[in-house]
Structure formats: structure tokens, C-alpha cells
């Protein structure tokens, strides 16, 4: 489903990253290094994540291998939606 | 005593032992030494000496602790900034305190780029993560040729060890100067409570720039304990894992932090019995959070404590006082004094409410060349030149003259543990097209202690959603500055002089 990564890239965009900060983040860059995404960030993707695609993000799920870049957010919630 | 002589003390005793833990890296005593011994061999070549300012702009990480080791022996003085800083407050603090030399790494570059185009002082930049020499861009020394390296022989305990930056209200960072002989004095205070140990396994997850993180590197390294340097404060979990893993003894928490780790679930799971000794600062505990640390961890000795980047510490809570008095933070910590005075600075007696002021060889040189705002909080004392550090923070005493806080005396926000002046925010939202003006205010939240607020009108025929405001804030502030709500009005209350009226704003 690539355009959903596409979704996910804009929504990063949309709502963390402005002006000289607009940096073309890779798809397996880590948000975290790059100061994109904070703890509350963070909290506010998974808001995100559990409004818009109706999944549960348990805390142990909380973890930077399923939120910490674009890849793994996408494969994350690939694997939300196929269980 | 200098601050780096315990460090390097420790790494002649215990070259083999583990210093840092951080990821997947492990660096031993010796290794670090060498490390160190490179950077400053790269800085004396590059002309930093006794008294000259070296930024560290820096994540929690190996080189933090190698930089701070490194200016120190140089004589010069390190100034830790935030990794989340942005660039206009970067160059300010370069350009403001002439710093001869930023330390920092690869990942940072956009901030640091930007704010070294505006900062000509900076005659050198290491960056960690990248190799080579590009003009006054330098790649960070691999260890191994400096041999001991050079240091200065002249440095004495009443030389600047560290400028500390802290949030002032007029909006600009106040540079809190510190000596070796405060720095020092505030270590041997706290060690005399809390009595670490070289057997101790630190696990730092907050971050070094700041005054209760950096005097955990500090402290760990001169002690010759193992410290844990824990990045993932995102990912609870995360942490959690890290203090299993590692078998961690001591963790220096915040409130918002230890909110977090105790809202995992299943986190009686885990193995924490390693645990015995646990401290709160910043802002109070809720109670709520406190019984459940105490049903979580019974093995562990529970601080609560009251300090500011000032003085680094001024009081603790024992304890085994803890069920007796759980919301006060003590009576002030060894080696110093600390009482309540009125408006017209007269000592109160136990029972009273005034404004917390303290003394002893801690407390800070005064506010890198910002004259006005050292004489409001550095006021003469009873002993002929001394000078008596005015918190501005209000407590109340009891009878036996145990201290509890009451409310800050300036419009200062405590949001996750951090302090954020609301004009600075104020000025960064003003800069968004389509802002007439606006008013940012502190509010209750459980999360995060006070939430940043901001109430924003927008000029006529503009259009502007929360989330621009917020995004825009973003990008010119440390994050925990953004405002958290935007909300439009129609107009703002003003008083009779024609400021904007702030109390009734929630």
C-alpha cells in the first residue's frame, strides 16, 4: 500500500517539520536522531495512528523498531491491519 | 579541588572498568581517558586556553562526558546546550559569551550550521561523526596519539568551571557562571546525602545539558561507577529494559518521566531489585506516583529534592522522612544555609511563608555579563562580601522548619521539568505572519506538570489553525517549548497600563 506511506510522510510533514527544518528525511531515518519527533511527539503519532486507522498500539509496541522511521512506522502498521 | 581531578583519578585507578554504557557502546576508564586526552590535545592546537567558553552542543552520549573532561583540563569553560536548542538561541549563546569552540556532532548539523554562519567568535567546530578538516570544521580526534595531552598547570578552584544556560523572563538565556570551587561544593553536598558509591550503576535518562543530569556524569565518573546513558525517553520501555538489563542501582528521575514508566503496564514484571536509590527534582511528585514507586521498588531510598542550575542543589527530603511530611523537600542539604526572608529581606521564623535565600560556597559567580539580573538574585549578606542567592521561588516552613514549595515569584513555566519563559515562546509566535499578538500562560496538566498555552489574536483578514502556531513554534524552539494549545480570541485583557492582563487566562 505505498500510498499510505506516502500519507504517513505528509502527516510527519505536516505537522512537525517546517521552514529550515525541511529537511528530506529518508524513509529508514530515525526520528528521533534527526529531532523530528520528541517523547510528545511520539505520543502524538500513535494518537494519530489509533484515530485514523482505528488500531491499538499496547505499550510494549511502544518501541523505536515500529515508530522510530518511516519504514518501520508503515511495516508497524501493515502488521496492525493484516491481524 | 578541581571538578575533572576526581575523573582523572579514577581513570589511573580503574583503566579496565566500565565508564559509560550507551547503546551498543561500552567505553572503559582508560579508553575514555584516552579520548579525552585527544579532544583537548585538538583544542590546545586550536588555541583554546584557561577562561575561554567551548559550547557543547551535544546529545547525551560518549562524547558529552569526553568534552566536559576536556575543556575542563584545558582551563577553558564549558557551556552545555541542549540538544533540542534551535538555532537562534544557539548563535546567541555563541555569539553573547564570545565562544571560542563548539563541540558537536553530525546529526545536529542544520541547527549548528545555521548558528555558525551568525557566530564569527567560533574559531573552531568538532563534529562528532564526521572525519577530516573543512576551514574551522573539524572531524572529532580518534584516541590514541595525544599520548596524557596537554592541560592547563596554572587553574585554580576559583576559575569559571561551566556556564550553565537557564530560561530568564526577559526572554534571552541567562548564562549561570560557575566555578570549580561551586561546582565542587555542590558534588560534596549532594554526595554527603546521598552517598553514592563505586559499585553503583548510574542509569541517566535525562539529559546531560541540564544541571541534575550533568552532575550525574560528573559525579559517576569521578566516583568510578558505570554509568548507563539511556537516549530512548520516548519509548518507556525502553528504559525500563535498560535498568534490567544493566542492573542499574541509581536513577535521578523527573516527574514527567516517572509518570510514563509507571503507566506501562506490566511493569511489576520487570526486575528492578537492583534499584536503592531513586531521586525526584524539578517539580513534586504527585502522590499518587510516589505510593506506587514506594509499593514498586521497597528495596529503594526515595529523595525527593529542591535545586536550581544556580547553586545546582539546595535542599532534600531524607528518606525515612518521607511518610511523615511526603510533600515537603527538606531542610536544606549539607555545608550551606538556606531560610525564608520577607519583601524587606528579613529572616522569618519556622511557621512563616517568604522567599527561599541561600548561602555557601555553591552558589554561582552570577549571570554571564547580565549585571541587572545577578544583583536580583545575588544580594549581599551579614559576612562582609558574600553573596546570598534570592531563589525568587516562595515556601512556607512548619514548625520544625521543614520547607514546602509554594509558588514561583516570576511567570517562569514548569513543563516537563523544564523551565520555559513564556515571553521567549511569545516572541517566537509574534514572528508567525498573520499574528497581531498573544499571550502564553502555564496550565495544570497532569503529564506534563504545566502545559504550555498560548492565547493568540490574529490580524484582520488572516487565518491561522493550532497546528501551524504550534508547528511554527516547533522549528524555533527546544519542543517542550511549542505551545501544547492555541487558542483564537477576539481580544486579550489588558490592565490599566496597557499590558497584556495574564491572570484569568487558563
Known amino acids: 500500500m505505498p ?22 528525511f529518508a524513509d529508514g531515518d530515525s526520528f528521533m536522531e534527526l529531532h523530528i519527533l520528541d517523547s510528545t511527539g511520539f505520543l502524538e503519532l500513535v494518537s494519530h495512528l489509533e484515530e485514523t486507522y482505528g488500531i491499538t498500539v499496547k505499550d510494549e509496541e511502544m518501541v523505536p523498531e515500529n515508530l522510530d522511521s518511516l519504514d518501520a512506522l508503515h511495516a508497524f502498521l501493515m502488521r496492525k491491519r493484516a491481524a | 579541588m578541581l571538578l575533572h581531578e576526581a575523573f582523572e583519578a579514577t581513570c589511573e585507578r580503574l583503566p579496565g572498568k566500565t565508564a559509560i554504557i550507551c547503546g551498543r557502546e561500552r567505553v572503559s576508564y582508560g579508553e575514555l581517558a584516552a579520548r579525552v586526552a585527544a579532544l583537548a590535545a585538538l583544542l590546545h592546537e586550536r588555541g583554546v586556553e584557561r577562561g575561554d567558553r567551548v559550547a557543547l552542543f551535544l546529545e547525551s552520549s560518549v562524547e558529552f562526558a569526553v568534552a566536559v573532561h576536556a575543556v575542563l583540563r584545558l582551563g577553558a569553560v564549558f557551556m552545555p546546550v541542549s540538544a533540542l536548542t534551535k538555532a537562534d538561541k544557539l548563535a546567541y549563546i555563541l555569539v553573547d559569551t564570545r565562544c571560542k569552540a563548539l563541540l558537536t556532532q553530525a546529526h545536529l548539523r542544520p541547527v549548528w550550521d ?11 567546530c568538532v563534529v562528532a561523526g564526521e572525519s577530516g578538516q573543512d576551514g574551522r570544521l573539524l572531524g572529532w580526534p580518534a584516541p590514541g596519539s595525544a599520548g596524557a595531552g596537554p592541560r592547563c598547570r596554572e587553574l585554580i578552584d576559583q576559575d569559571l568551571a561551566a556556564i550553565i544556560h537557564t530560561s530568564g523572563t526577559t526572554g534571552l538565556p541567562k548564562g549561570a557562571m560557575l566555578s570549580h570551587l561551586n561546582m565542587c561544593s555542590a558534588w560534596n553536598s549532594v554526595q554527603a546525602y546521598l552517598g553514592l558509591r563505586e559499585d553503583d550503576v548510574i542509569g541517566l535518562a535525562l539529559p546531560p545539558a541540564f544541571s541534575y543530569g550533568l552532575y550525574h556524569v560528573l559525579m559517576a565518573l569521578g566516583l568510578g561507577a558505570t554509568l548507563v546513558l539511556e537516549r530512548s525517553v520516548a519509548f518507556p520501555i525502553k528504559v525500563v529494559e535498560s535498568l534490567v538489563r544493566e542492573r542499574v542501582t541509581v536513577f535521578p528521575g523527573v516527574p514527567t518521566l516517572y509518570a510514563a514508566l509507571l503507566e506501562l503496564s506490566g511493569i511489576e514484571g520487570h526486575d528492578l531489585s537492583a534499584l536503592r536509590i531513586v531521586t525526584n527534582a524539578a517539580a513534586a511528585l504527585p502522590d499518587v506516583h510516589l505510593q506506587r514507586l514506594r509499593e514498586l521498588l521497597p528495596q529503594a531510598q526515595l529523595f525527593s529534592m529542591y535545586g536550581m542550575t544556580e547553586c545546582k542543589r539546595i535542599s532534600y527530603l531524607p528518606p525515612e522522612q518521607l511518610d511523615l511530611r511526603p510533600t515537603s523537600v527538606g531542610r536544606g542539604m549539607p555545608n550551606q544555609e538556606c531560610w525564608l526572608v520577607d519583601e524587606a529581606g528579613q529572616r522569618l521564623p519556622n511557621g512563616s511563608t517568604g522567599e527561599l535565600v541561600v548561602r555557601g560556597s555553591h552558589v554561582m559567580r552570577g549571570y554571564w555579563e547580565k549585571p541587572a539580573e545577578t544583583a536580583q538574585r545575588l544580594k549581599p549578606g551579614a559576612v562582609p562580601g558574600e553573596r546570598i542567592l534570592h531563589t525568587g521561588d516562595t515556601f512556607r516552613t512548619d514548625a520544625e522548619g521543614w520547607l514546602y514549595f509554594v509558588a514561583r515569584s516570576d511567570d517562569i513555566i514548569k513543563t516537563r521539568g523544564e523551565k520555559v519563559a513564556p515571553r521567549e515562546v511569545e516572541n517566537a509566535i509574534q514572528a508567525l505572519s498573520g499574528v497581531l499578538e498573544c499571550a502564553v500562560v502555564g496550565v495544570p496538566d497532569e503529564r506534563l506538570g504545566q502545559a504550555v498555552k498560548a492565547f493568540v489574536k490574529v490580524k484582520p483578514g488572516a487565518v491561522l489553525a493550532e497546528r501551524d502556531v504550534i508547528r511554527h513554534c516547533l522549528a524555533r524552539l527546544e519542543s517542550y517549548m511549542a505551545p501544547k494549545s492555541v487558542v483564537f480570541v477576539e481580544h486579550l485583557p489588558r490592565t490599566d497600563s496597557g499590558k497584556i492582563r495574564k491572570t484569568g487566562l487558563q
Open chain 2, 114 to 124: 545555521d548558528a555558525l554562519q551568525r557566530s564569527p567568535c567560533v574559531s573552531s
Open chain 1, 3 to 24: 500510498e499510505t506511506k506516502a500519507t504517513l510522510r505528509q502527516y510527519i510533514r505536516d505537522n512537525f517539520i517546517l521552514g529550515s527544518q525541511a529537511m528530506n
